[in-house]
């Protein structure tokens, strides 16, 4: 039995993220938080436990989908469902008892991206057997291909933006030592902007918590209402990826089979992803340019510097 005592605040407050998949808001973190009190108040459950119950529990889904039935399809939406409760579950536990390893990290990414795959083969294998259409399979590899590239695009763009700062950081803090601090923060690009649009920008980053990532002034150059419409969704605890992996896993395994559109339901929801994963890009590309620029910048002030001395 756990020996401290949590109220569904100190869930909200400690496990929920600043931001999060609106499937998950809106219609998970209800759910979960409420059926976290009794396991953090009641048991000593571990977050790998949650993930390997979460894991088991796809299991379940995916040999309901593998019977092809519309009754076994909406089994298993339900239980797929359940999965992903559990699946969210074990970081919301990690982060409320501060519990967290690297190996659980590690554990949940496998096990969640094992647990598309099974799924979604099972899925169309089943549909398979009760149409005969061999285009399931083709629709199969699809999901398994777009949901490992969008989770892999998260990462690589994450190590990016942070290898960006690194270097922003680094060249920064040279010009302290030499006593010329260059502040080259979000907010000082301001400056840049004129009338209204700079009072907006200031604006919008007064609201928002987060807002002191870099490299935006690109992107908020060229999209003026960027910041508008982020820090809308930021105040309902929404990210702007609208059609992110767990919104893509949630339209096929639960929505399109329980409306017995599953071909229809992959290829809306595929396209979709797409569009939202070519806006992350785009993003980032936009970022990189100020973040050059920035860069150019620093250097030509640190080599002014060298020239002085």
């Known amino acids: 039995m756990a020996a401290?005592?949590?109220?569904?605040?100190?869930?909200?407050?400690?496990?929920?993220?600043?931001?999060?998949?609106?499937?998950t808001v809106y219609l998970v973190d209800p759910i979960a938080s409420r059926l976290m009190l009794p396991i953090a108040n009641y048991t000593n459950i571990s977050?790998?436990?949650?993930?390997l119950l979460a894991f088991v529990t796809g299991l379940i889904a995916a040999f309901n989908f593998y019977q092809g039935t519309?009754?076994?399809?909406?089994?298993?939406?339900?239980?797929?469902?359940?999965?992903?409760?559990l699946d969210c579950m074990d970081g919301k536990i990690s982060r409320l008892k501060k519990t967290g390893t690297i190996y659980g990290a590690w554990m949940d990414y496998i096990l969640d991206r094992t647990r598309v795959a099974i799924c979604a083969f099972a899925l169309m294998l089943g549909q398979y057997h009760q149409t005969g259409e061999?285009?399931?399979?083709?629709?199969?590899?699809l999901i398994c291909f777009l949901d490992s590239t969008r989770y892999m695009n998260s990462l690589l763009v994450y190590k990016s933006l942070n290898e960006m700062r690194k270097k922003i950081d680094k060249a920064n803090s040279k010009l302290q030592m030499d006593k010329k601090p260059v502040m080259i923060k979000h907010t000082k690009w301001v400056k840049i902007l004129d009338g209204k649009r700079s009072q907006q920008?200031?604006?919008?980053?007064?609201?928002d918590i987060s807002i002191k990532e870099d490299f935006l002034k690109e992107v908020v150059t060229r999209h003026p209402s960027y910041l508008k419409i982020r820090a809308f969704f930021l105040k309902r605890r929404v990210r702007l990826h609208l059609m992110s992996g767990i919104e893509y896993q949630m339209f096929i395994f639960i929505?399109?089979?329980?409306?017995?559109?599953?071909?229809?339901?992959?290829?809306?929801?595929?396209?979709i992803m797409i569009m939202f994963e070519s806006a992350v890009i785009y993003k980032?590309?936009?970022?990189?340019?100020?973040?050059?620029?920035?860069?150019?910048?620093?250097?030509?002030r640190i080599k002014s510097l060298s020239i002085r001395d």
């Open 4 to 23: 401290t005592k949590y109220s569904l605040k100190d869930i909200r407050d400690s496990s929920y993220k600043k931001r999060d998949a609106w499937w």
């Open 47 to 51: 977050p790998n436990q949650l993930t």
């Open 70 to 85: 519309y009754v076994s399809l909406v089994a298993g939406a339900v239980f797929y469902h359940i999965s992903f409760t």
């Open 134 to 141: 061999v285009y399931y399979f083709y629709l199969a590899a």
């Open 201 to 207: 920008y200031i604006k919008a980053g007064k609201k």
């Open 255 to 271: 929505i399109a089979t329980v409306t017995g559109l599953i071909k229809e339901g992959v290829i809306f929801s595929s396209v």
């Open 284 to 300: 980032l590309w936009l970022m990189n340019v100020d973040y050059r620029r920035q860069l150019s910048l620093l250097t030509d």
